[in-house]
């Protein structure tokens, strides 16, 4: 069994059906509107635990700055803005996809991890003094979980920049997160 990079995890939806198709529609139809109904259904189903989790700021899963400007927004960023407008907690944008690493989707989890080596990190004007990010609790959002690989690289800079404890929430997964 794989060990996780990050804390905990939680996903609301099974990623397949209906919900698989609105996922499509929006990554690939440009249905942004959809992401208000599920933002509202993340903070609903998991808005205690979220409490229980306690953290600083919420973070989403960042897009390479091509591919947001083809699809014109990113959706987890969309998703978490949602989960912070709900719960009080700040959303901070301070990661960054420093590369492109092509659609994940049709990959193993050995290629997936390769694939996303060094293709994140943060942004510089979070960082204080010491190179280390300001919070050592963060809630990490994202549209679609299926092997862990995107959240646990994201975590992997997370922790090398301080922070301790990194909770994971995804709209869908196609497996169980813990």
């Given at each position: 069994m794989h060990r996780h990079s990050f804390t905990q995890g939680?996903?609301?939806?099974?990623?397949?059906?209906?919900?698989?198709?609105?996922?499509?529609?929006?990554?690939?139809?440009?249905?942004?509107?959809?992401?208000?109904?599920?933002?509202?259904?993340?903070?609903?189903?998991?808005?205690?635990?979220?409490?229980?989790?306690?953290?600083?700021?919420?973070?989403?899963?960042?897009?390479?700055?091509?591919a947001r400007k083809k699809r014109g927004f990113n959706q987890a960023e969309v998703l978490a803005q949602k989960v912070s407008e709900e719960t009080g907690i700040p959303t901070a944008l301070a990661?960054?996809?420093?590369?492109?690493?092509g659609e994940q989707k049709s990959l193993g989890r050995q290629e997936r991890r390769r694939n996303l080596r060094a293709a994140f990190s943060?942004?510089?004007d979070f960082l204080e003094e010491s190179d280390q990010l300001p919070w050592s609790r963060v809630l990490l959002v994202d549209d679609v979980y299926t092997t862990g690989s995107t959240v646990d690289a994201v975590?992997?800079?997370l922790r090398s920049y301080g922070v301790e404890e990194i909770y994971v929430l995804t709209l869908c997964t196609g497996h169980g997160i813990a």
């Open positions: 939680r996903g609301v939806l099974l990623y397949e059906g209906a919900v698989r198709e609105a996922i499509h529609r929006i990554k690939y139809s440009g249905k942004r509107e959809y992401l208000e109904v599920f933002g509202q259904l993340l903070t609903d189903r998991m808005g205690e635990q979220i409490g229980r989790w306690n953290p600083q700021a919420v973070l989403a899963v960042p897009m390479h700055r091509l990661l960054i996809k420093t590369r492109r690493t943060v942004k510089r975590s992997d800079v």
